[in-house]
C-alpha cells in the first residue's frame, strides 16, 4: 500500500493575508484541493494523509462541504515544526507495511502526474527519490571575508516536492532526534544513510509563499481551464 502524506502548515504571513495560503483560491477553489487532486488523479487507490495545525481543521472541512470536495483523506495534527509534522503523518501508517509514501508540500498545487509517477517508480527501485530542476540563473557564494565568486551552477539543482521513501525507511529515519540541518524531509533520510536519488520534475511545481507566487499560480491555472 502506498501513501502520500501532504503537509499544510501555512499561516499566511508572506502572503500578507489572514486566510491560511492553502486556503486561498485558484481557479475558484482552496489551493490545497487541487493538490489532493493531482495525486488521486495519478493514482485513486492511494492513501491520502493531510497534516494540517489543528486550529485550521473546521475550516479546511467547512471549504470541503463548501465546494462538494469528496476525495476521501486522513486528516491529522501538525506540529511546530516541518520534522514534527511530517512524523505525525508518518505514525499513522501501519507498521509492517513495506510501500512506499510521499511527502508533498500543500502548496504545490501544479505537480504533474508524470512528476509524481518518476518519483514513485524510481523509490521503489532505490529506497528514495526526490524530484529536482536545473538551474537557470548564475551563482555566487559569500565567503566570510564578505568576497564573492562565482560557483557552478550546474552542480546544483532546485529541489521540490513530493519527496518519496521507502515506509520502513521513513519511519526509522524519523524516529531520529529532530536537528536544525533537516531542510527537508530528503535531509532526514540522508542524515539516517539513504542514498537520494535524484528524478525530473516540473518547472510548473511552484511553491506558492508570496504574492508573486499566487499570480504566477493564477496564471498557471487559467491556461489549464477549458475554452469556450
Excluded at 110 to 115: D, L, P, Y
Excluded at 120 to 136: H, N, R, S
Excluded at 193 to 217: M, R
Aim: aromatic letters at 8%; glycine letters at 6%; charged letters at 20%.
Amino acid at each position: 500500500m502506498n501513501y502520500i502524506v501532504i503537509v499544510a502548515g501555512g499561516k499566511g504571513q508572506r502572503m500578507g493575508n489572514e486566510v491560511p495560503k492553502q486556503f486561498l483560491l485558484i481557479g475558484k477553489k482552496p489551493i490545497l484541493m487541487h493538490t489532493i487532486e493531482r495525486f488521486h488523479e495519478y493514482d485513486k487507490t492511494l492513501k491520502i494523509i493531510l497534516v494540517l495545525p489543528e486550529e485550521q481543521q473546521n475550516l479546511w472541512k467547512e471549504l470541503c462541504s463548501k465546494y462538494s470536495f469528496t476525495i476521501e483523506h486522513q486528516i491529522v495534527n501538525g506540529g511546530t515544526t516541518r520534522f514534527e509534522s511530517s512524523l505525525n503523518g508518518l505514525s499513522q501508517i501501519p507498521e509492517g507495511n513495506d510501500g512506499l509514501v510521499g511527502i508533498h508540500d500543500g502548496v504545490r498545487p501544479f505537480v504533474s502526474v508524470n512528476t509524481i509517477k518518476r518519483c514513485y517508480d524510481e523509490a521503489q527501485l532505490t529506497c528514495a527519490a526526490i524530484p529536482v530542476m536545473p538551474l537557470t540563473e548564475s551563482l555566487r557564494i559569500v565567503e566570510k571575508n564578505g568576497n564573492s565568486k562565482s560557483v557552478e551552477r550546474a552542480n546544483y539543482y532546485n529541489v521540490q516536492t513530493p519527496q518519496v521513501f521507502n515506509i520502513m525507511m521513513a519511519k526509522m529515519a524519523f524516529a531520529q532526534p529532530y536537528q536544525e540541518s533537516f531542510t527537508d524531509d530528503a535531509t532526514v533520510m540522508e542524515q539516517f544513510g539513504c542514498k537520494i536519488s535524484l528524478v525530473e520534475g516540473n518547472q510548473e511545481n511552484i511553491k506558492i509563499t508570496t504574492p508573486l507566487d499566487l499570480k504566477l499560480a493564477e496564471i498557471l491555472i487559467n491556461e489549464k481551464q477549458p475554452k469556450d
